[in-house]
Every structure is written in structure tokens, then in C-alpha cells.
């Protein structure tokens, strides 16, 4: 009867009374309601979650922690993530939990202390389980996490965080449990905030008043700052460190440990190691070599900021002690390999400046330059000075040589060679895997990782190809292929299967879930008649091409097989050879199998037609085939082609994007799903709901109409400028394989990649980066072109220009500078225009980069150029970076005139 009383007070909800019957049972009882507990978890975790199925869950959770007779079960009760937002209290959970043994809680108390963070096992459980079995405190993430929020969160009596920490009986082993934590340092800022009450001032205080081990807390923090992490958590340390003060003695014991952090640590970390390090350098407690050693791993970073501060420190150190020369000049000239000129220029000018210095220590000359045969010291410092110079930038290197008193001979050669990508080379496809073991793995690879068009083809050619020859054999070894796929097991009639594919043919999917009849016929009957159901968007012409050839390949495996498909391409690019295609048509002649229509017209827009002689003698052996798709494809080939229709330039608010006028060929006799490629696009037309998510598709929508990829790039205009203009994402992973395409190189494909230069998203700008590349190693990239595309978005507004010069150093960083110029010659004069006209600092935000890119460029690929509206940049006064880097940009391009 208990038991049953049990179930009718949990059912209830009646936690109270489910309690007080618990108390009076023996293990031997509790254990035998178990069964009954479960059963009622398992119904209530299919329920609908509402007032009526929560109602139960506080009851259930306590009951089931109670009748658990050993820890881990009880463990595993209590933070099952069925429960977890409808649990019992902590008062509960303790009051039938603490009639058990204490090494029994203490074994549940550290079981659910080390569960994860996400478990959220109430701080109060916890600390009241430490409490009952007087175990030691856990220190796991889970009670310090719980621990924290416990002691920021607003008590009754109130008082500062520095009183609620006095009151804490456990405090020395949760700080020091937090410094040992991984990811618990963002609740610092969270809960307690950064004013006078933080937490920050509150362990300073502790720590003065010797509540708390001082020195123990800044090893800590000195200990955490050295093991690294995330921005985010390091700066929680320095703040804390901060609020700690370290005494001179302190910070001088620990020199090892901030010449470290200066090197290694992230900007915030170094930035406070570099203060300290400099107050102590500047106080004479720093030794020459421990300045050098410091300097060295300092000015090998990138942060210009940490850069530009070192250097400056080590000219006040140099100006103060002058035979510091030898020592120090040769870390200084370790600038010279920084990827910023500025730091290159900042380096070169300390290292004149006290050139005169090192030679004096030498007796040698008092003209400011080096001369041969001096003693070693020095001549160690002069070889190292030289080895460096090679590292400058050409403009400089040459005003450093003349200072050092070099020999010129270094100098020569100065104009270096162009670096490009070696061009990707077209591979033929493989045939289709002769059994259907070898085919199950690559279809089982495609649906886990996706595979490019080589293996897409062939995985569709074979799954037709065996569906023809041994039905049943291709389902029994795809079995374990598809036994996880979304739509397998589900029943014929269920609606989200069939509108899913009605929508999409989902890849390879539609295909394997016609195989095995999980998509209905009338379904794929609809799809094959009239295309996909849902909205129309820019992307539908080409991915309802792609899907049409799949929803036809699907039907005819449950009506009519094909015994191989036409369209498999013959190369990787998707061009198919005309004699293949000839082949398979005289075997389908010869089977007497009927062509599918979608799959015919496929083939049409991939045969190649690039060449007299072939495509002659194919056309005649077409005709002697005597079919209608012999006498098509004859006239196909004899057309003139492939053919690219006429485009029109656009501007809409602050996109610039293409319209395309009607290409008549992909009209007439090609197949209904396949006649949208060749009608107009606009970009004024209204767009619906776009589900095109990814690059998935994309790069099947380039094989679609190989050789024409213009009509792809200018159907993924709009998304390239949305992810500009709105900081999204956008699959600019199919910028290379446009370049890499066949067919040319147009208004549309130097508008994406214009685009993809100046995205957000520093993986799309790379994207954008190898296909200019790709581009430029095929001979396919119209520099000017593309350089006034960049203008006139940055003009417009459309593109940040410090964006644009990461993508552009980026790309001259590979050795293409002599290309990188090219295109920067075409962008610089828009740029420059508006500063001319006083645009403000629009114009001057990021112009600064872009010129130090283009000065290196011309200095390292001897570009000699007028620029217009440079000469007024250069002129004026001042030494902002716009102006310094466009006087070095003018030396580089006209140094006779400069001379």
C-alpha cells in the first residue's frame, strides 16, 4: 500500500506528503518503487510540456533521489536533464536525502559536484550535502561556479562582497579552486561587476588585511597569466593583478615571468608585462641583456601598438646611455622584418639616430655613417645591422644602406619576381564503382561530409547504373547507409517527407529514399511535372536545373530504370566530351532505353563545343543514330556557342549588381526545368523566401552550365553584397572554384570577387584573396577592371576600406605584387579623388593601409607610374599615415623625380 500511495501523492504533485511517506520506508521498499518512479518519468517525458504534465516533476524528482539505495544512481537522478527545469528544492532533496550514512553523501556530494557546468545542480544542494556528511569541499567547476553566483548574489542581511567573503568557511580553497578553473573567469565581471565593491578590490582588500596569502594570490595570478587563454578570461587576471599592486620588489623578482607574458601573452596581458618592464628598465633594474632579451620577443609581434611602445622605450634607454649602442641597436633593427612599413620606418630612424653613437664608441668616423675595420664589439653589432637591412622594404633598405655606409652591391636586384598559384589542372572522371560495396562508401562519405562534383556525379551515375543491373542488391548494401537518415523508417504518408522533397530533392537523398520507397510517388510524379514547390529566388533558375535531373532519377528507378545517365561529365569541371555523349546515346539506341528528358538536357549544357575538328565528326556520327536525340544533338553541336547573353550594370541602394538579358539558345526545344537559365534576370524582381543556405549546392550549380560562368556569378551577386552591406556569412568558398571554371572571366565574376575582397567574415575575404589569385595564374584577371569595381564600391559606400587593405596585403603577402599593383592602380585614384575634394574622414578611414600596401607593392615590382591625385596626397603637411605612406608611394613610383 506505501507504495502505491507513493505513486498517487507523485502523481499529485504532492511533494510534501510523497516526503513524509518516504521517511517511514526501508531501503528494501524504496527500492521496490523504483521500477514504478521510472515508468512515470519515461510517460511524462513524451507528454506535452505543460502546467498539467509539470505538476508531477518536483514529487518525481524528490522520490526518485530518496529511492535510489546507492550514490551513482541517486547521482544520476538528481542531474538528469529530463527533470532539470522542474525540479524539487534544495530543502526537499536534503530532508529525504539526510537519513542516509555520511560516507554515502559524501560519495553523492562529489558525484554531482563533478558533473558539468550545464548540469546546474543547485549551489544549495551542494554546500547543504557538504554540510550533512562533513566531507571535504569539492573543487570542482561546478561548486566554485555555484559557489560565485552564491556569493554575488544579494543576501538578506546585504553587506559588501568583501564582507560576504569573511563569512565564507571554506574561502581559501574556493579562490584557490578558482584560479585553478578553466572557464569560470567570466563570471567575475557578471556578477560582480568593476566598481569600488568588485570582487577585484574585495580580494585586495582581504588580502591586505591578511585574511588572504597576498603573495600566493599574485603568484596565482602571475601563474594563470602565464598558462594563456581566451582574451576575456586573461584580462579578469590583469585587472585583479592590478588591483593587487605589486611592490617594485614584487615586479623585480618576477622579471623572468613578464619578459614571458610581453612576448607570448595576449595584447592585454603583454601590454601590462611591457609597463612594468619598462618602469623597471627605466629605473636602471633592468640588466642591458634582460632589456634585449625582452625587445627582441616584443618586437617580433604584430601589435603595432606593443611595437611602436617598445621602440620608443628603447630610444629613451639609447638617448640616456649611448654605449648601450652595441647591445641594443641590433634588437632595434629586428623591426626591420615588421609586415607594417611604419614600424620598419620607426626602427630604421632609431638606429640613425644613434649610428653616430656606435661608431663613436669606435673612434672611427663622426659623419653618422659605419666604417670598415673597427673593434669587435661593434663589428659584431655593424654585421648584424647589415644581415637585418635585407629585411626592410626596398624603399627603405636602400636609405638604410646608405646610412650604415653598406656597400650597394646588397641593393641590387631589388625588383622581385611575381609569385602566382601554379593553374589547376583538369582531371578526367573515374568511372562509376563496379560494386555496390564500393559505391555504398562513397555515398555514405557524400551524406557525412558533403564531396565535390567529381564525386557527386559519379555516386549518381552509380546509383542508377546498379539500380538497373540488381535492385535488390543496392538496397541490401546501402541498409546501413541510410538507417540514420532524417526520412528513413518513417511512414509512406508522413507530410514533412514528402513537402521536404517536394520542396528539394536534397542531393543524392531523394534518390536513396526513392530506392527505398520513403518518399511517395505522387510526390516525386509533382516534381518531375512541374517543378519544386515553394518561392522563387535569384538561385532557382540553376539549383532547379540540379534538382530536376535528380527528381527524374528518382522517378524513373520505380518506373522506368535508366540504365546509366548521359549527363556524367568527363571532366571534373563538369564538361562533357561529345564523344562520350555520342557513345552513350548509340548504347541507349542500342538497349532501346529512353533518354530522360532533364538528363538530356543536361548533357547538351555540358558537351564541349570548343573544338572544330571533334565536334564536327560527332555531329555526323549523331546523325547516323537516327533518333531524336541524335538529330538534337547534331544541331547543337554545329551552333554557335556557348553563347552569354547581354549584361546591363546596376546600381540598387548601395549594391552594384548585373541584369541579364534572354540567351534564346537554352530556350525552344531544351527541357521545361532547364528554360529559366536563359530568361532575363533582374535585380529589381521580387524576392521570396531564399532557402540557398551554403556552398553546398553552389559548386553543382557551376557544372550545370560549364563554360558560362558568368551566368552563376551573376545569380550570386546579391548574396556576395548582402554579406557586405548586412555582416553576414555567404558561401564565398565558391569564389576559387569560379576561377578555377571554364568560359570567361566577366563583368559578374570580377563584381563577386570584388566583393568578397571587402566581407566581413575574414574566411570569405580569403576565399576572395585565392580566387583573384587563381585568376590572375590563369591570365584571366582583368586588373583595371577590378580595381574600378573596388573604387566604385568604396566610393559608394559599400565597401570598409581597412577590410579591403587586410584582403589586398593578404593577397601581395603570396609574392603577386606585381598583380596586386595592378589593381590597386585602378582603385587608388577613386580613393584619392576624395580626399582631394576634402570628403572628411571617410575618406581618410583605412586609406592609410591601403597606400602602405600599394608602396610596397611598387617597390618590390619596380612599378614606375604617374598616379593621378597621389602628388596632392604626398604634398600636404603633416605625418598622419595617409601622408607618410603617400610620400613613399610617390618615391617608389617616381624616384628620379623625387631625387
Not at 558539468?116 to 562533513?134: D, I, Y
Not at 534572354?662 to 536563359?678: D, H, K
Not at 546579391?718 to 553576414?728: C, I, M, N, Q, Y
Request: glycine fraction near 8%; aromatic fraction near 4%.
Amino acid at each position: 500500500m506505501s507504495d502505491e500511495a507513493l505513486m498517487n501523492a507523485v502523481r499529485a504533485g504532492r511533494t510534501v506528503e510523497a516526503a513524509g511517506l518516504l521517511d517511514g520506508m526501508t531501503d528494501a521498499e524504496r527500492r521496490s518503487c523504483l521500477p514504478a518512479l521510472k515508468e512515470l518519468r519515461k510517460e511524462l517525458r513524451s507528454a506535452p510540456w505543460n502546467a498539467a504534465s509539470r505538476v508531477a516533476h518536483p514529487a518525481l524528482h524528490a522520490a526518485g533521489a530518496a529511492c535510489h539505495t546507492g550514490a551513482a544512481g541517486a547521482a544520476a537522478w538528481i542531474a538528469g536533464a529530463g527533470m532539470r527545469w522542474s525540479q524539487a528544492s534544495p530543502g526537499v532533496l536534503l530532508h529525504v536525502l539526510g537519513d542516509r550514512e555520511s560516507d554515502w553523501l559524501a560519495d553523492l556530494t562529489h558525484r554531482l559536484a563533478a558533473r558539468p557546468t550545464t548540469s546546474r545542480v543547485p549551489f544549495a544542494l551542494l554546500s547543504g550535502l557538504v554540510g550533512l556528511s562533513g566531507c571535504p569541499v569539492p573543487t570542482t567547476d561546478a561548486y566554485v561556479e555555484g559557489w560565485l553566483l552564491h556569493v554575488g548574489s544579494s543576501w538578506p542581511g546585504g553587506g559588501s562582497v568583501a564582507q560576504r567573503l569573511r563569512k565564507e568557511p571554506h574561502l581559501s580553497e574556493m579562490i584557490s579552486a578558482f584560479f585553478e578553473s578553466a572557464g569560470l573567469t567570466i563570471q567575475i565581471a557578471w556578477v560582480f561587476g568593476d566598481g569600488p565593491g568588485s570582487w577585484y578590490n574585495a580580494l585586495a582588500e582581504l588580502a591586505e588585511e591578511g585574511t588572504l596569502d597576498r603573495k600566493v594570490l599574485v603568484d596565482a595570478c602571475v601563474a594563470r597569466l602565464l598558462r594563456g587563454g581566451v582574451p576575456a578570461d586573461q584580462r579578469v587576471f590583469v585587472r585583479l593583478l592590478s588591483s593587487l599592486a605589486p611592490t617594485r620588489d614584487e615586479e623585480r623578482e618576477r622579471v623572468a615571468d613578464w619578459t614571458a607574458l610581453a612576448c607570448q601573452a595576449v595584447p592585454a596581458v603583454a601590454w601590462h608585462a611591457q609597463s612594468v618592464l619598462a618602469s623597471l628598465a627605466l629605473d636602471d633594474e633592468l640588466t642591458l641583456r634582460q632589456l634585449a632579451e625582452m625587445s627582441s620577443g616584443v618586437l617580433f609581434r604584430t601589435e603595432k601598438k606593443l611595437v611602436r611602445a617598445q621602440l620608443v622605450l628603447l630610444g629613451k634607454v639609447l638617448r640616456r646611455d649611448p654605449s648601450a649602442a652595441d647591445v641594443l641597436l641590433p634588437v632595434v633593427a629586428e623591426a626591420f622584418g615588421h609586415e607594417d612599413t611604419e614600424m620598419q620606418e620607426r626602427a630604421l630612424k632609431l638606429v640613425e639616430r644613434h649610428a653616430c653613437a656606435l661608431s663613436a664608441s669606435d673612434g672611427t668616423s663622426s659623419a653618422g655613417t659605419l666604417s670598415a675595420g673597427t673593434p669587435s664589439a661593434s663589428d659584431d653589432a655593424r654585421g648584424r645591422l647589415a644581415e637585418l637591412t635585407a629585411d626592410l622594404s626596398p624603399g627603405l633598405r636602400l636609405r638604410a644602406q646608405q646610412v650604415l655606409g653598406i656597400e650597394a652591391a646588397v641593393s641590387a636586384g631589388t625588383v622581385q619576381e611575381e609569385v602566382l598559384p601554379p593553374v589547376p589542372e583538369r582531371e578526367r572522371l573515374a568511372a562509376a564503382p563496379e560494386s555496390v560495396a564500393e559505391l555504398a562508401e562513397e555515398v555514405s562519405a557524400i551524406l557525412a561530409s558533403g564531396g565535390g562534383v567529381a564525386a557527386f556525379e559519379r555516386a549518381l551515375d552509380g546509383l542508377v547504373r546498379h539500380a538497373h543491373r540488381d535492385r535488390d542488391a543496392l538496397v541490401k548494401a546501402l541498409g546501413p547507409v541510410v538507417a540514420r537518415c532524417w526520412w528513413r523508417d518513417r511512414e509512406p504518408s508522413y507530410p514533412v517527407v514528402n513537402r521536404v522533397f517536394r520542396e528539394s530533392a536534397q542531393g543524392l537523398e531523394v534518390v536513396l529514399a526513392s530506392l527505398f520507397e520513403g518518399v511517395g510517388m505522387d510526390t516525386l510524379h509533382a516534381a518531375v511535372q512541374h517543378g519544386p514547390a515553394g518561392g522563387d529566388c535569384h538561385h532557382t533558375a540553376l539549383s532547379r536545373a540540379v534538382d530536376a535531373r535528380l527528381w527524374e532519377a528518382a522517378h524513373r528507378l520505380r518506373t522506368d530504370p535508366m540504365p546509366f545517365l548521359l549527363a556524367t561529365p568527363t571532366w571534373d569541371s563538369g564538361l562533357l566530351e561529345p564523344d562520350d555523349l555520342v557513345e552513350r546515346l548509340t548504347e541507349y539506341r542500342r538497349l532501346d532505353a529512353r533518354p530522360g528528358p532533364a538528363d538530356f538536357a543536361q548533357a547538351l549544357l555540358r558537351v564541349r563545343r570548343d573544338n572544330a575538328a571533334t565536334v564536327a565528326a560527332a555531329a555526323a556520327r549523331a546523325r547516323t543514330l537516327g533518333s531524336p536525340e541524335g538529330y538534337r544533338l547534331a544541331q547543337w553541336l554545329t551552333s554557335e556557342g556557348p553563347l552569354l547573353p547581354v549584361v546591363r550594370r546596376r546600381t540598387h541602394g548601395l549594391r552594384v549588381l548585373l541584369e541579364l538579358g534572354e540567351l534564346e539558345e537554352i530556350q525552344g526545344l531544351f527541357a521545361r526545368e532547364f528554360r529559366p537559365l536563359g530568361r532575363p534576370l533582374t535585380v529589381f524582381k521580387d524576392r521570396s523566401y531564399c532557402r540557398h543556405w551554403g556552398a553546398t549546392d553552389q559548386q553543382h550549380w557551376i557544372a550545370v552550365v560549364p563554360g558560362r560562368r558568368e551566368l552563376v556569378a551573376a545569380r550570386l551577386l546579391r548574396d556576395f553584397s548582402t554579406a557586405v552591406l548586412e555582416d553576414g556569412r555567404v558561401g564565398a568558398a565558391v569564389l576559387p572554384l569560379l576561377a578555377e571554371a571554364d568560359g570567361t572571366a566577366g563583368e559578374a565574376l570580377h563584381l563577386c570577387v570584388a566583393y568578397g575582397l571587402g566581407a566581413r567574415h575574414p574566411e570569405d575575404r580569403l576565399a576572395a584573396v585565392d580566387a583573384l589569385l587563381v585568376l590572375a595564374a590563369r591570365g584571366q584577371l582583368d586588373a583595371g577592371r577590378l580595381g574600378a569595381d573596388l573604387g566604385e564600391l568604396v566610393r559608394r559606400g559599400t565597401l570598409k576600406k581597412s577590410r579591403l587593405a587586410e584582403s589586398i596585403r593578404t593577397a601581395a603577402a603570396t609574392g603577386a605584387y606585381a598583380t596586386v599593383w595592378a589593381v590597386l592602380r585602378g582603385l587608388l585614384p577613386v580613393v584619392l579623388a576624395d580626399l582631394a575634394d576634402g570628403a572628411g574622414g571617410a575618406a581618410v578611414r583605412g586609406l592609410g593601409d591601403l597606400l602602405a600596401v600599394a608602396a610596397d607593392c611598387a617597390e618590390r615590382s619596380g612599378a614606375r607610374d604617374d598616379l593621378p591625385h597621389l602628388a596632392g596626397a604626398a604634398g600636404q603637411r603633416g605625418s598622419s599615415r595617409v601622408v607618410i605612406q603617400a610620400r613613399r608611394l610617390r618615391t617608389a613610383l617616381t624616384p628620379e623625380a623625387v631625387a
